[in-house]
């Protein structure tokens, strides 16, 4: 029997997803972007809701300079970007693809209400739109 290929953002996006606070430092962030194999997390506050965003690009020259003068390393605050691209867990999968023609981030917070609830990567919509293809 042939599944039905997603056709909303919900049905890929990652929901138990790695995100860190502002005050994060950013040796802290290095770790978790390797350990979880991620370009970039979104940054929220104590109630999840979405307040920033941070990828390796933003952390790396910051954490290089840390180590190479031994200074204490950045919090995440200090180097996130708080204009971020976020999607609904509603939006259609090949509606998001079309925008990701023009945009560049590879991780897109999915946001209700302001409030975090998954990421969802362009691998992500990769594989399913593969998935619509073969079904």
Same mark, same amino acid.
């Given at each position: 029997?042939?599944?039905?290929?997603?056709?909303?953002?919900?049905?890929?996006?990652?929901?138990?997803?790695?995100?860190?606070?502002?005050?994060?430092?950013?040796?802290?962030?290095?770790?978790?972007?390797?350990?979880?194999?991620? %370009?970039? #997390?979104?940054? &929220?506050?104590?109630?999840?809701? $979405?307040? *920033?965003?941070?990828?390796?690009? !933003? @952390? +790396?020259?910051?954490?290089?300079?840390?180590?190479?003068?031994?200074?204490?390393?950045?919090?995440?605050?200090?180097?996130?970007?708080?204009?971020?691209?976020?999607?609904?867990?509603?939006?259609?999968?090949?509606?998001?693809?079309?925008?990701?023609?023009?945009?560049? %981030?590879? #991780?897109?917070? &999915?946001?209700?209400?302001?409030? $975090?609830? *998954?990421?969802?990567?362009?691998? !992500? @919509? +990769?594989?399913?739109?593969?998935?619509?293809?073969?079904?």
């Amino acid at each position: 029997m042939q599944t039905r290929a997603p056709t909303i953002v919900r049905e890929i996006m990652s929901r138990d997803c790695y995100r860190v606070t502002a005050n994060t430092s950013i040796t802290t962030l290095a770790k978790g972007l390797a350990l979880h194999r991620l %370009p970039g #997390v979104p940054v &929220v506050d104590d109630n999840d809701n $979405l307040i *920033g965003f941070i990828s390796e690009q !933003d @952390v +790396l020259g910051k954490l290089l300079q840390s180590a190479y003068l031994n200074d204490e390393a950045p919090l995440v605050k200090e180097l996130m970007r708080n204009e971020v691209l976020s999607v609904s867990p509603t939006k259609s999968i090949t509606d998001l693809a079309q925008e990701m023609l023009g945009q560049k %981030p590879k #991780v897109y917070p &999915v946001t209700e209400q302001g409030r $975090l609830c *998954g990421i969802v990567t362009r691998r !992500d @919509v +990769l594989t399913a739109i593969l998935r619509m293809r073969h079904n």
